[in-house]
């Protein structure tokens, strides 16, 4: 398949400028309505039926090929997000953001463009048979943008056998893919912990019930729930980001606040973290003759990637790059992704595209105000959308 990422770099100039500009004018979740105008419109013009407005400011374009007659045309989605983040971009490269304040730092850009130049391709070779359909979604970050698509009836309009979605990843050599079967990518829950004591005078603690000592406790406790109540052979992390409490030295305040991140690479994991947490911060406030109110807030499920189309995947990927740029499988990631929500529905996989390694710009993590998306994948990328989609309807 050599010959396919060659023609895919000889004409990827168009999407490193489409990149570019969607680069500079990053939209956050739920108002990528630029974004959304600029992906329908490209669609449209290549002979994609397109709907609009699933999850507010998705896009999905269909494109219908062969023999549509029977029970035994297939049915395949790809998808790609395109929302940016609330960052002031530091890059200093001519196409920065010139929205303050937001900038593409994870990459959307990117994979949306990777999307948007494998589709041209496709709308310009007639062979498959079967249904294609390109999924275009809005807020990945944290919004739940999956879950609207899926609300608004995205699967009950646009069908599909199988999933597939591609992130970039800093720190992997460009261009290389890696995969892995199974739980990839783990589940996210956050907390707000309220503790509320009786506050006072600092040189009279006795006369109070200090919620701040109480608040202090309660994040060296929830450091054990890991090390004490989880398999050591399985994946967990508790972060208290966050813990605001007082604002005078000689003051004991009545309130002090936690805010946690909860990540886990297993269901019953997950659930035993959010057991432990509430008894735990309910017995150690108890202890100390305060009171706590937990605010649970569910975030996004385990990404479990699905053996077969990953087996599947995999052997696209080593057909197209070969064995020494592939990575069969991959270590799973403690970052979440709104994907997993599809998986649950649909059986899919998915991949990661090195954005660059070593002292290279595209090693710099995700996230990050110094961040770009490496343009040299584009046409790797792109590639391997066609790939896959000409060996599925093929298969």
Known sequence: MTYLREALTDRVGEFIQLRRDIHAHPELAFEEHRTADLVAAKLESWGYSVHRGLGGTGVVGTLQRGDQQGNTKRRLGLRADMDALPIDEATGVSWRSVTSGVMH????????????????????????????????????????????????????????????????????PAGQLVFRDGPAMASSDYATIRVHGTGGHGAMPHRAADPLVAAASIVMALQTIVSRNVDPLHTAVVTVGALHAGQANN?????????????????????LLAQRIKELVSAQAESFGVTVDIDWRPGYCVLVNALPQTDFARQVGLDLVGADRVTLQGPPLTGSEDFAFMLERIPGSYLLIGNGAGDSAGACMVHNPGYDFNDDIIATGAAYWVALVERFFAD
Do not use: W, Y
């Not at 990117?110 to 310009?124: E, P, R, S």
């Open 251 to 271: 003051v004991i305040p009545a309130l002090a606040t936690l805010e946690l991140s909860v990540r886990a690479l297993d269901p019953d994991v997950r659930r």
């Open 105 to 172: 730092a994870c990459g959307h850009d990117g994979h949306t463009v990777m999307l948007l130049a494998a589709a041209k391709a496709i709308a310009q070779e007639p062979t498959f048979n079967g249904t294609l359909h390109l999924i275009f979604q809005p807020a990945e970050e944290g919004g739940g943008g999956a879950l609207r698509m899926m609300a608004d009836g995205l699967f009950e309009q646009h069908p599909c056998d199988a999933i597939f979605a591609m992130h970039n990843m800093p720190g992997v």
